[in-house]
């Protein structure tokens, strides 16, 4: 258990670094400052669902590797 | 600083002396009503009062409401009153709970309403509630003003249900909740947001207070609206301080908790509703049930390899908490460093 939540924190780490790093940096051109803004923002919203959907595949692989035989015990 | 360490000693002392005088009356009071539920794990089933939401709430106001007296015309004024309205609307919700037996549904969407007055309140000052940036540790901060007013209104459900959802035994909400919370006030210290530190101090002592009625065997329950309480109000400090991935890892134990509930249950249910995912052994400790539609709970993982007794399994949980309340205080160092 504390495995995973160690694990749990690094992933979140993690995902903020890209987060900051990658995913704030997108910026559109071309539509109208208005627009353009918009539009990153919903990439970017979409990015991070994304991000969100990711972390809780891999956590929910984790959890059953690591679980599972525990349960079944 | 003289005067916030006076403010910081008083709101702590009423905060915990106004839930250890007032439990005991409550207590009596919800027995006289015959407003108690039968503690499954208990031998013999006793019956236990319910809800002691009433005593949280009643502290959390008055000792907020002290420091708002304190410090009459200051900044961090608005964001008492934006806590003390999205906390007390959270406590309504969930003694609309503890009284009537709503849908699965009620619970989220009812705390995420609760919610609005905290965005309102920002909205009408936009400098001096909240900050619409996400800060993480090492990398820095994003800037999401649209969406940031979509984690406020997430935010409240998800640590009102969080802390409801590990309320599953004597003691445990209260006690993870203290551990929790003054893991946040430490890192609130370390970021130098002295003023939210202040502000934060009240939820540490009242769940520590109520922790000593709380705790195996419990004399009081703290029900829906004592649970929702201290999780919204929380949810509201990790937002009004600017430290909610901090709030976050300090919780990670009771995230753990609802994320194996909802992956194995794939639904979003009243508690009341699920099979129990555990059951006794002949010397009364607590063991995983073998029942495989039963979820997966962090208790349940807890005892799947060996029995143990409610006590220990409370004290487990608060280890795990102050596992995860060290990371967060590493979180909160962290967030001074930049790459």
Known sequence: MYAFIGIMWLLILAGGGILVTAVSKISISGYGDEIDFLIASIIKAVIAILFVIAWIVVLSKLKNRIFQKQIES | ?339
């Open chain 2, 1 to 339: 600083m003289q005067q916030e360490l006076i403010a910081a000693l008083v709101v702590s002392v009423v905060a915990f002396f106004v839930v250890y005088a007032i439990t005991p009356f409550l207590i009596r009071e919800l027995g006289k009503r015959k407003l108690a539920v039968p503690d499954v794990n208990r031998v013999g089933g006793a019956m236990v009062p319910r809800p002691g939401g009433p005593a949280i709430i009643a502290a959390i106001l008055i000792s907020e409401a002290v420091l708002f007296l304190v410090f009459p015309s200051d900044m961090r004024n608005l964001k008492i009153i934006a806590l003390m309205i999205t906390t007390f609307l959270a406590f309504v919700v969930g003694f609309i709970d503890d009284r009537r037996v709503l849908g699965g549904w009620f619970k989220p969407l009812a705390l995420a309403a609760s919610a609005i007055p905290l965005v309102l309140i920002g909205i009408y000052d936009t400098t001096s509630v909240y900050d619409p940036n996400l800060t993480f540790p090492i990398f820095g901060s994003v800037k999401i003003p649209a969406l940031y007013i979509g984690i406020i209104i997430l935010m409240i459900p998800i640590t009102g249900n969080t802390i409801n959802s590990i309320d599953v035994m004597n003691g445990i909400a209260s006690g993870f909740m203290t551990i929790a919370s003054f893991s946040l006030t430490i890192a609130l210290l370390i970021m130098q947001n002295y003023d939210v530190a202040l502000i934060s101090l009240p939820l540490g002592f009242v769940s520590l207070a109520f922790y000593k009625y709380h705790k195996f065997p419990s004399r009081i329950f703290p029900g829906d609206s004592g649970a929702l309480t201290l999780g919204a109000m929380y949810g509201v400090i990790a937002i009004i301080g600017h430290v909610e991935v901090v709030a976050a890892i300090a919780l990670l134990p009771a995230v753990i908790n609802s994320f194996l509930f909802l992956s194995s249950v794939k639904k979003i249910v009243e508690h009341r509703q699920i099979k129990n995912p555990t059951t006794h052994t002949e010397d009364h400790k607590i063991i995983a049930t073998k029942e495989k539609d039963a979820p997966i709970t962090l208790v349940r993982l807890l005892v799947a390899g060996r029995s143990l007794t409610e006590k220990e399994i409370g004290f487990t949980v608060f280890r795990l908490a102050i596992f995860s309340g060290i990371l967060a205080i590493i979180t909160a160092f962290l967030m001074g460093v930049r790459v």
